[in-house]
C-alpha cells in the first residue's frame, strides 16, 4: 500500500477509527481476530447454510406440487456425500475426499438439469442410452446449461462473472477432481507429499472447494423453494475465504516444496498443462486484488466490520 494510500485511508476514518484500527492490527491481535472471524464465520454463515438446507429438504420433501422426487434424492445425496467430504478433510485423505467431491458435484448439477430441463430428463431416466447416443446428459453439456441456472440461483456471487468465466470455472474444478478420481499422476504425487506431511495447502484448497458445493447446494435449495430472503450476510462468506487463505502454511510454500511438486507432475512433460494452470492462479490473484481494493475503498466498513468481530 502507498503512503497515497494511506492517507487516503486515514482521511475518510476518524481518530476513535485509527485508534481502533491500530489496535486490532497488532500481532497478538490478528491472532485473536482470526481465530474470532473463523468462530463468527461459523456461526453466521456455515451454520446458518447447513440450517437452511435443512429447512428446504424438508419443505421440498413435504411438498406434493414438486413434481421431481429424483432432484430432491440426488441433490440429498449430495448433502450425504459432503459430510463424508468433510470427514476425509478432517483426517486429511486428500485423494479420498477429491473422489467423493466429485460425485456430489455431478449429483448436484445433474439434479437441477432434470428439473429444469424436460430433455435432460428424458435422458436421465433412459438406461439404454450409452456415449454414443446421449445429447443432453453428457458432462459437459450438463455444465453447459448449469450456468444458466446459477444467473437464476443468486445475484451477488454469479452476476459479475461473465459466461466464459463461469465456463472455465465449472470445467476447471470438474477437470481438477477428474484429475483425483482417475489414476492420474495427480494421485502419485498426493501420496508422495502425504509421505512428508506435507498436505496442508492442499487440504486448505480442498476445503474452499468442498464450501463452494455446499454453497451451490444451499442456493439451488433456496432457489426451488422459491425462497427470497437472504439469511446469510455476503459479507461472511468474504471473511471466510480469508480465513481459509489464511491457514495456508506460509512456511511450506517456499521454493523447495514447489520444485519438489514439480517433479512429481513431471515439469517439462507437463509444461502446457502447468502454464495454463498458472494462468487460473493468476486470475483468483487479481479477484483477491480486487477484495483489498474495495477495502481500501471502503476502510470505514472494514473497521467497522472489525470492530463488530470483537464484540
Not at 481438477?176 to 501420496?191: G, P, Q, R, W, Y
Not at 464450501?211 to 442456493?219: A, G, K, R, S, T
Not at 514439480?262 to 486470475?283: G, Q, T
Request: with cysteine; net charge neutral; charged share 35%.
Amino acid at each position: 500500500m502507498t503512503e497515497e494510500e494511506l492517507k487516503k485511508i486515514q482521511s475518510e476514518l476518524t481518530e476513535d477509527q485509527i485508534r481502533q484500527l491500530l489496535y486490532l492490527l497488532q500481532k497478538d491481535k490478528l491472532v485473536e481476530l482470526k481465530e474470532l472471524a473463523r468462530k463468527k464465520c461459523k456461526t453466521k454463515f456455515v451454520s446458518v447454510m447447513r440450517k437452511y438446507i435443512n429447512k428446504f429438504f424438508k419443505e421440498l420433501e413435504n411438498d406434493k406440487e414438486f413434481k421431481r422426487t429424483e432432484t430432491v434424492n440426488l441433490l440429498n445425496q449430495t448433502r450425504k456425500t459432503l459430510n463424508n467430504v468433510h470427514k476425509f478433510i478432517k483426517n486429511k485423505e486428500v485423494v479420498d475426499a477429491n473422489s467423493l467431491l466429485r460425485s456430489a458435484f455431478e449429483n448436484l448439477i445433474m439434479g437441477m438439469m432434470i428439473n429444469e430441463n424436460e430433455n435432460t430428463y428424458t435422458e436421465f431416466i433412459n438406461l439404454s442410452i450409452d456415449d454414443t447416443t446421449r445429447q443432453y446428459t453428457k458432462p459437459q453439456k450438463l455444465r453447459n446449461d448449469f450456468r444458466k441456472v446459477l444467473r437464476k440461483l443468486d445475484g451477488d456471487l454469479f452476476i459479475e462473472i461473465s459466461n466464459r468465466n463461469l465456463k472455465e470455472m465449472l470445467d476447471e474444478f470438474y477437470d481438477k477432481m477428474c484429475l483425483f478420481t482417475h489414476s492420474s499422476i495427480v494421485v502419485n504425487a498426493m501420496i508422495e507429499i502425504e509421505k512428508d506431511d506435507d498436505l496442508d495447502i492442499y487440504v486448505v484448497a480442498l476445503k474452499q472447494n468442498a464450501f463452494f458445493v455446499e454453497i451451490l447446494l444451499y442456493l439451488c435449495l433456496k432457489y426451488l423453494c422459491n425462497y427470497k430472503k437472504d439469511p446469510i450476510d455476503i459479507t461472511y462468506v468474504v471473511l471466510g475465504w480469508y480465513v481459509l487463505i489464511s491457514d495456508i502454511p506460509k512456511e511450506k510454500v517456499i521454493p523447495e516444496k514447489l520444485e519438489k511438486l514439480k517433479k512429481l507432475l513431471y515439469a517439462d512433460l507437463n509444461k502446457e498443462y502447468l502454464e495454463k494452470n498458472k494462468e487460473n492462479v493468476d486470475f483468483l490473484t487479481e479477484e483477491a486484488k480486487k477484495l483489498q481494493d474495495d477495502i481500501q475503498k471502503n476502510p470505514t466498513g472494514f473497521v467497522e466490520l472489525l470492530i463488530a468481530l470483537v464484540k
